[in-house]
């Protein structure tokens, strides 16, 4: 039997730069992980591809998968449903392989109900005027949206406990690295090879 997978998620506030993070991690040639490709009823943005950045879907398709029990776990962040979808998270960590996910905290709270095996890293901003930097020099969003997401930032910060590890985001490598480290040393767990070693004994008996 081949052992299940980790599952990582990585969640932090609006503006710290998960999607870089998230981005660095895939383009790093040695990760290993399987990306979870959220569904989203936000329209693309520029460059964006169906099935690779998102699942574009209509808010009827997706509120039908909630109903189907077709979703880990899903959230509305800025007037948008956001989510998992179940299947692929299960068929990968059956598979014995380890997945990721990059999704916002409301939906990362869920998944540690659902899964509290997982492995919670919230990555955190260098200081709090950078967030707001952060937030506002993405400049695609009009004002309202930025406070919306400032307001949401403050509570998200408050949400820290919730999790295993926390990864400052101040140069993205770095965090890139720590992310890739804490996934080695989780695989090394006691918990996560005891058997491996029962077994042997096992054999050998
Ligand atoms: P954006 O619209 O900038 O791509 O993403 C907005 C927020 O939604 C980000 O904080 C991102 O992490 C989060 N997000 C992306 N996919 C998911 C998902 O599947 N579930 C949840 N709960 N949040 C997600």
């Known amino acids: 039997m081949t052992d299940r997978g980790l599952l990582i998620v990585l969640s932090g506030p609006s503006g710290v730069g998960k999607g870089t993070v998230r981005k660095a991690v895939f383009d790093d040639p040695t990760t290993s992980f399987e990306y979870s490709i959220s569904m989203t009823t936000r329209k693309p943005r520029e460059g964006e591809v169906d099935g690779v950045d998102y699942y574009f879907r209509t808010k ?5 998968a909630i109903q189907d029990g ?3 776990e899903y959230a509305q962040y800025v007037g948008n449903y956001y989510g998992t979808p179940l299947d692929y998270v299960e068929e990968i960590l059956a598979d014995g392989k380890d997945v990721f996910l ?3 905290v409301q939906g990362a709270l869920q998944v540690r109900q659902a899964m509290p095996d997982g492995i919670f890293i919230f990555l955190t901003p260098p200081d709090l005027s950078e967030l707001k930097n952060r937030i506002i020099g993405r400049g ?5 949206v930025v406070e919306e997401r400032m307001t949401e930032a403050r509570k998200e910060i408050e949400m820290m406990n919730s999790y ?3 990864v ?3 140069i993205v490598d770095n965090a890139v690295q720590k ?8 695989h090394l767990k006691i918990e996560r090879v005891v058997h491996k070693y029962e077994k042997m004994l096992e054999e050998l008996e």
Do not use: H, R
């Open 164 to 166: 295993d590890y926390a």
């Open 168 to 170: 400052v985001n101040d």
């Open 102 to 104: 990059e999704i916002e």
């Open 179 to 186: 992310i890739k480290g804490i996934v080695q040393t989780e």
């Open 140 to 144: 695609t969003e009009s004002m309202d």
């Open 60 to 64: 009827e398709q997706f509120e039908q």
């Open 70 to 72: 077709k979703m880990l």
